[in-house]
């Protein structure tokens, strides 16, 4: 890690760090040589702009937990984003258009079918998405274990006698009919 660069603020003669609020504000004020671009600024409005289409614009790219606004103050003449608390609707669609975007596509899906525990892993991959944090790689699938218990002879025991009934003893057993309509009546 490097030590961050320092310069000296002419107002005060005092060390400030580059990056920080006060070179910032040293900047903006033209004391010291820099470039500094506000990160709430989205946009510059021009002569001529349609504000509203350029805000509807931006709104599509932020995240939901921001939105683009006109700016007022010393933000006059310029589209800034702010925070904003989703409502639930607005969380409901946005977790319902990552959904089906994640199992859309059939790669994904087919990918998700392998796993064991498929509902985690497509909870996992939604999530990922969701928070813009990179997707962890999934881990390798897991074939579902069958649970044995009982000694050896008690499992031998299970399979022999938990084998599938062959379809050879149920046509013995239509073949032959032991009661005979005519007997009854």
Do not use: C
Not at 102 to 111: I, R
Request: charged share 35%.
């Amino acid at each position: 890690m490097s030590a961050p660069e320092i310069i000296i603020n002419p107002k005060t003669s005092r060390p400030v760090k580059v990056g920080s609020r006060t070179w910032a504000k040293l900047v903006k004020d033209g004391l010291i040589e820099g470039t500094y671009t506000d990160p709430n600024e989205l946009y510059s409005v021009q002569d001529g702009d349609d504000v509203d289409k350029k805000i509807i614009e931006m709104n599509r790219d932020l995240p939901p937990t921001q939105q683009a606004v006109r700016g007022r103050g010393k933000y006059a003449s310029k589209i800034v984003k702010r925070n904003k608390q989703p409502s639930i609707k607005d969380t409901i669609k946005y977790s319902a258009k990552v959904a089906s975007r994640a199992v859309n596509n059939p790669e994904v899906y087919e990918k998700l079918q392998k796993y064991d525990d498929f509902e985690k892993q497509l909870e996992a991959m939604i999530m990922a998405e969701m928070t813009g944090a990179p997707q962890p790689p999934a881990p390798p699938p897991t074939p579902v274990r069958r649970i044995v218990r009982g000694s050896k002879k008690q499992q031998e025991h299970r399979q022999y006698y938990e084998q599938p009934i062959q379809e050879e003893e149920e046509e013995e057993e239509d073949e032959g009919d032991y009661y005979e309509e005519d007997y009854y009546e």
